[in-house]
């Protein structure tokens, strides 16, 4: 029984200085912490639990379908994704493998979110130039779309060393891959991208204006309607979002200040009225969260995924365990909200038993080894 | 129509010679009717020498100079020396009648050892012929020695360049590269994913 807009939470694994204490947490410290985050996230009822990718300090998630598997061992419902895969310095093979593995381990509870990646000095540590993080995003993509869906694959393009006769394994669960939501903030190319190819578009609507935002939406579900795969109103949308609330709306005021102040990315910059007046970002009380999350959809329309991001700015992993808990008070009513006045003809959020009963069954696309004809033994590879 | 360049290469064979002709072809493709005309600043060296010290000037050297003074559109390319345009590129410039260049658009190209030094055309040569009240376009061309090996980045500039000077001095408008080279606010789509990726193996236009 799943939910017509999943809504859950993510994290970009930042390591940040509580502001208030002065104190750092430690690698290992918030590599736990995020395992109790979307343990609590299943437990008020959450859909979806993200985490990002980055290879560089101050940062600790490099290796995000290990964590993603450690969590799903641990978790029965929630479904595992990423905010986001780095599309632009991964080898495409590697994302194959590595998402069918979480696939199968998690039983079909993961997806996947696509991104290009705006630290610099990344691309080159591997073999890459920022530069050309587009053309690297779209040729990469259309790689990994082929891996998961044919066999013997020969490759030869501009970014990747070739291919030839390559079938990459696992083959993905009931041989349907994982859904794939392509984010982006400002890429016209991306949305193109998502669109072209039927999969789901994601914008983090945090530091943008909703004007920003619902321009690249648009863009997306055009292009999605142009090339067939439904109609506009039919796209497969996500949203970024962040909040503080407490029950008193001048608490979570006071309280978030310094947390938003000294932010690696907020602060130092616009304030906090400014800010949560421009942006999405809402800072209150319950209330008001609902309120202003349901009121995303009078500038994109209806959609299938709402996360939001949890644990940034160097808040304690206590102080997110109660906004998680937060939200599962008004999780019901916002859950009710989304669910009025949708029409009929938008589709749910996908899930891996849905697309799989939209692709007529699940099927074993395992490759077996062909028994040799003289001594009927099956090929060893060594 | 008249095209000069002007190109101060001081070795034989020189990279600054090779990026000049490799320019001149490009702009000769968009303009098969101009008359166009190479001027090797080497060659004149002790000519400009001596008119710079005592103020006599050869036959040679006055036609040389009159030539560039004639021209609808002027290609200048020096090697960087020492940060800045080589003192013998400057010595044809110093020499030059004042006024000669008035209203002239220019196309800057530079050569060097590696792209570090690309912003000399920028901060020395773009400042020079704003003060010989010279137009230079706003499309330098600078080549590094590793450009010869892969010149596809090189030639997209040169088309950019070259683009432009044919369109200046016909009178057009030019329109700049459909590419978007940074992010802006505005979300318009200028290529479909198909087009996107037929061209993913060309090289970037910067």
Do not use: C
């Not at chain 1, 959809?297 to 700015?313: K, P, S, T």
């Not at chain 2, 000069?4 to 064979?13: I, K, L, W, Y």
């Not at chain 2, 320019?23 to 060296?45: H, M, Q, S």
């Not at chain 2, 100079?65 to 390319?77: F, Q, R, S, T, Y």
């Amino acid at each position: 029984m799943s939910n017509p807009v999943q809504i859950g939470v993510f994290s970009v694994s930042d390591i940040t200085t509580d502001p208030t204490t002065d104190r750092t947490p430690s690698e290992h410290e918030r590599i736990k912490a995020s395992v109790a985050i979307a343990k609590k996230a299943e437990d008020v009822g959450l859909d979806v639990f993200a985490i990002g990718e980055h290879h560089n300090p101050p940062f600790f998630s490099s290796s995000p379908t290990t964590t993603l598997s450690y969590i799903a061992a641990q978790t029965e419902r929630i479904i595992l994704s990423t905010a986001t895969t780095l599309i632009t310095t991964n080898d495409p093979v590697k994302i194959a493998e590595d998402f069918a593995m979480l696939q199968h381990l998690a039983d079909g509870r993961a997806d996947l979110m696509l991104g290009r990646g705006n630290t610099g000095p990344v691309y080159p540590w591997f073999g890459q130039d920022i530069r050309n993080g587009i053309n690297l995003a779209i040729e990469n993509y259309a790689l990994l779309h082929r891996l998961w869906r044919e066999t013997d694959v020969d490759w030869d393009g501009r970014f990747r060393t070739p291919l030839a006769g390559f079938t990459s394994t696992p083959r993905p669960l009931d041989d349907v891959p994982p859904f794939v939501w392509h984010g982006s903030i400002r890429s016209p190319e991306i949305a193109e991208q998502a669109a072209y190819y039927g999969d789901g578009f994601f914008h983090n609507n945090i530091f943008w204006t909703m004007s920003h935002t619902r321009q690249m939406i648009d863009l997306y579900r055009r292009r999605y309607e142009h090339y067939g795969h439904g109609a506009y109103h039919q796209a497969i949308v996500g949203l970024g979002g962040q909040f503080f609330m407490r029950p008193n709306s001048q608490d979570a005021w006071r309280e978030f200040r310094p947390y938003f102040d000294k932010a690696p990315v907020y602060g130092h910059g616009p304030s906090m009225e400014e800010f949560t007046s421009a942006t999405p970002l809402t800072v209150g009380s319950p209330q008001q969260v609902l309120e202003r999350t349901l009121g995303f959809r009078e500038a994109v329309g209806d959609y299938q995924r709402q996360l939001f991001l949890i644990d940034h700015a160097g808040l304690p992993l206590k102080t997110v365990l109660e906004q998680l808990d937060l939200l599962g008070e008004i999780l019901p009513a916002m859950r009710a909200g989304f669910a009025e006045g949708r029409p009929t003809d938008v589709p749910d959020a996908p899930t891996h038993p849905s697309r799989v009963a939209a692709a007529g069954g699940p099927r074993d696309s395992t490759r077996y080894a062909e028994p040799d004809a003289v001594t009927g033994r099956a090929v060893e590879y060594n | 129509m008249k095209i000069v360049a002007v190109s101060a290469g001081a070795a034989n064979p020189s990279s600054t010679r090779k990026l000049t002709d490799r320019v001149l072809a490009a702009v000769a493709e968009r303009l098969p009717n101009a008359e166009i005309r190479v001027i090797d600043v080497r060659e004149f060296g002790q000519d400009l020498l001596t008119a710079t010290t005592s103020g006599l000037r050869s036959d040679r050297l006055t036609a040389a100079l009159e030539a560039a003074a004639d021209a609808a559109g002027l290609i200048a390319v020096t090697p960087v020396f020492n940060g800045s345009y080589s003192g013998l590129f400057k010595l044809f410039f110093d020499v030059l009648d004042e006024g000669s260049l008035a209203n002239v658009p220019v196309l800057l190209g530079a050569t060097g050892g590696t792209a570090r030094h690309s912003l000399a055309i920028d901060q020395t040569m773009v400042p020079l012929f704003f003060y010989l009240r010279a137009r230079p376009l706003p499309w330098p061309i600078y080549a590094a020695t590793g450009d010869w090996a892969d010149p596809g980045s090189l030639d997209a500039r040169v088309r950019q360049a070259a683009d432009a000077l044919a369109a200046e001095v016909s009178g057009e408008r030019v329109e700049s590269g459909r590419v978007r080279l940074h992010p802006s606010h505005d979300f318009t789509l200028t290529s479909s994913l198909e087009e996107m990726l037929a061209n993913v193996g060309r090289a970037e236009t910067v």
